[in-house]
């Protein structure tokens, strides 16, 4: 019985990270298309429906994060793109590149082993190319984000201890 419950309680906490980062990508996606400012588009996003609390803390981590580091974390996707410019990169993908930037250095920041960042870097990929797919509809766009940011993830594991930003946990 109770390894049924922690099985749902994994689940659960899975999906709501999910959702989380749904809304992250929603929110980024609004700040970029609407050109207003990021935290009255976290604010209005926060405001329209009633969240879990574990839900709007992720989205305040990450947005907080991008907010924090935006030119950092823009100069990092600008740095790994091959034969495209930043600016002609569509909304969704930047919005879904700039989440998966974010939490890539948030996690790489962390005091865990690499097998816990591991895990945690594979289930963020995993959300980030559904919501790529499901927002695009589109085989190329997925290929051309999972690139991209496999590429950085690939530097900041080498480069783990090189990369410091000012983090604010």
């Known amino acids: 019985m109770k390894k049924k419950k922690n099985k749902s309680l994994k689940f659960l906490r899975k999906r ?45 981590k990450v947005i907080n994060f ?12 600008k740095s790994h793109l091959k034969n495209w410019r930043f600016e002609r990169i569509g909304y969704i993908e930047r919005a879904v590149l700039r989440l998966g930037v ?32 499901c927002y695009t509809n589109s085989k190329l766009s997925v290929k051309f984000v999972n690139g991209v940011l496999g590429e950085i993830n690939r530097e900041l594991q080498q480069n783990e201890d090189s990369i410091h930003i000012g983090l604010t946990q």
Request: net charge negative.
């Open 16 to 60: 709501l990270l999910k959702t989380a980062r749904d809304l992250s990508m929603r929110i980024l996606f609004a700040y970029d298309f609407r050109k207003e400012d990021l935290f009255n588009v976290l604010e209005e996003f926060l405001n329209t429906k009633k969240f879990p609390q574990e839900i709007k803390e992720h989205v305040l």
């Open 66 to 77: 991008y907010s924090e580091n935006s030119q950092e974390v823009d100069d990092i996707i």
């Open 102 to 133: 974010s939490e890539l250095l948030i996690i790489h920041s962390k005091e865990e082993s690499k097998e816990l960042k591991d895990k945690e870097i594979r289930i963020l990929f995993l959300d980030l190319l559904d919501l790529v797919e």
